[in-house]
């Protein structure tokens, strides 16, 4: 497994920018916006899991989509961002129309 990079924090502006497009398209999905919003901060799984007041392993699994995390954990997740948690509308390709 590759050694962590810290990135530059030009490429930390970049993945910042990327990531409040992504947000404002409607096309941040979970478990892939808690990664990004932890590149974003040029953060490590470890140094993350500190600031969220999780474990390393929880980070892991719920970047991986292995893990139910609690709305708390989320909210806390979301706010290092400024972001808050809430229902985004599917696009019409994504929908799945219940059989009756």
Do not use: Y
């Not at 470890?46 to 929880?58: L, M, W, Y």
């Amino acid at each position: 497994m590759p050694r962590w990079k810290k990135p530059s924090k030009a490429e930390i502006s970049t993945l910042r920018a990327l990531l409040r497009q992504k947000a404002e398209a409607g096309e941040l999905r979970f478990p892939d916006a808690v990664a990004e919003i932890r590149r974003s901060l040029g953060l490590t799984q470890e140094q993350f899991a500190e600031i969220t007041g999780t474990t390393k392993r929880q980070i892991a699994e719920i970047e991986t989509g292995k893990a139910n995390p609690t709305v708390e954990t989320l909210q806390r997740i979301a706010g290092l961002f400024g972001f808050s948690l809430g229902f985004v509308p599917r696009k019409s390709s994504e929908m799945q129309v219940p059989k009756m």
